[in-house]
């Protein structure tokens, strides 16, 4: 999405703008790691929008890696499989008035393996290989699906629907995804979805949605008003600085956590980096200006924020700013990613460690450095374990039954 830089976003003071005297000569970015939580190797999800369901599986396998120390292999075709079944119910019940796409969120993963299980990935076909892939590849599954499912949610008001659609739909799903496992095999021993579920020693009513906006009130529930949030399950929401810093008490206390927000910002780059740039204090740097930048392309963007590196001033994140972002589709929700780390550079500013479903691209084989004030402001929300935040946080939780 074509990002426009308003003119107020110039009054904002940068949060490493080069005083006055200091050398503005650009270093090569150097990270330092602060902390670091075991993950799971990284996957590719390839041409397919489940960044959703390849981040929140990595996240659970992780979850299972430090209560367990086993490492587990999920699979993200059973979630998808069960996911888009559960979406196209959803979706008729609508008569087609909600989206249908391949997005998701955590909670999708969530609802899934509450209410259907999960299987380890070797227990269903390969991603992409039923259409003679090697990796996950929905172009022409969603052109088969899609218009199949709409022309049923969007059937005359007289119409008496029968079971059959839904039939059809399985179909379509198992052709391209694999067909679920009702029994199978593993390291020798029998499983359904939900044994195998079980035997993970997962409490999936320890996860929740943590969220940060001013058209809810602080310290309440409610469900984020983003396109791909389909399920109506509620986040909790409370002040930026809080969120944040339950983000920082999380790795802290060895949990990682699930992100969702916005990486089409000017800032995030394919080579594995993400800050939250600002062009109004950059041309000295850039020896461009800001209506220039904009006329960049993503690869010559990113060269140009690989050049200014540790110099690159940032937006001051502000609770105003984020709702303003969020309220004029400035910031939206469009990817998921897993948080297992801290770091820092050279010049001291915080980043995160983030595990990306992209296969290892990059400058650092799949890992993005992500700034504080980048996450800050492009966060539509943050899903973990409550036991990761002690506290207030559970009582919270504890005074309200969530839809999950």
């Known amino acids: 999405m074509k990002k426009i830089l308003l003119p107020f976003l110039a009054l904002a003071c940068a949060m490493s703008v080069v005083a006055a005297g200091e050398d503005k000569t650009p270093q090569e970015l ?4 602060i902390k670091e939580n075991p993950i799971t190797p990284i996957k590719n999800q390839n041409r397919s929008g489940t960044c959703w369901d390849y981040a929140t599986l990595g996240y659970f396998e992780g979850e299972i890696l430090k209560k367990t120390g086993k490492t587990y292999d999920l699979c993200e075709m059973f979630v998808a499989n069960k996911n888009y079944m559960d979406e196209a119910i959803y979706h008729v019940r609508m008569h087609g008035s909600s989206r249908f796409s391949e997005g998701g969120s955590a909670d999708d993963v969530l609802w899934v393996l509450a209410n259907h299980g999960i299987c380890p990935e070797e227990a269903m076909p390969a991603p992409g290989t039923l259409t003679g892939d090697s990796l996950a590849n929905f172009a022409e599954f969603f052109k088969v699906l899609t218009p199949y499912v709409e ?3 969007k059937s005359p008001e007289d119409t008496k629907l029968t079971p059959q659609w839904k039939v059809g739909v ?3 799903l198992d052709a391209y995804l694999g067909k679920c496992p009702e029994h199978f095999t593993y390291h020798g021993k029998q499983y359904t979805p939900v044994s195998f579920l079980n035997s993970l020693q997962l409490n999936l009513d320890d996860y929740i949605s943590v969220t940060s906006f001013t058209h809810h009130p602080f310290y309440s529930w409610f469900n984020i008003e983003a396109p791909y949030k389909w399920r109506q399950r509620l986040s909790y929401n409370v002040p930026l600085d809080e969120m944040m810093n339950m983000i920082d008490t999380a ?3 060895g949990y990682n956590v699930c992100w969702g927000g916005d ?3 000017e800032g995030f780059t394919r080579t594995g980096l993400a800050i939250a740039a600002d062009i109004e204090h950059a041309p000295d740097l850039t020896g461009s200006d800001a209506a220039r930048w904009l006329k960049l392309s993503n ?5 140009s924020l690989k050049k200014m590196g540790a110099q690159t001033p940032e937006l001051v994140p ?7 972002r969020f309220d004029n589709w400035e910031s939206t929700y469009d990817h998921v990613m897993l948080i297992y780390g801290k770091a820092h550079d050279q010049n001291g500013r915080e980043y995160y ?3 990306n479903s992209w296969g290892k691209a990059g400058e650092y084989e799949g890992i993005w450095y992500m700034s504080k004030a980048f996450i800050a402001l492009n966060t539509t929300y943050v899903f973990f374990n409550r036991n990761a935040v002690p506290g207030k946080l559970n009582e919270a939780y504890s005074r309200i039954l969530i839809n999950k």
């Not at 150097?30 to 790691?33: E, I, S």
């Open 318 to 324: 502000t609770q105003e700013l984020r709702q303003e």
């Open 151 to 153: 022309t049923i949610a």
């Open 30 to 33: 150097k990270f330092t790691t």
């Open 299 to 303: 690869q010559e963007k990113a060269e």
């Open 170 to 172: 399985q179909g379509i």
């Open 263 to 265: 990486v089409s910002e």
């Open 353 to 355: 460690i983030v595990k």
């Open 251 to 253: 790795l802290d206390n």
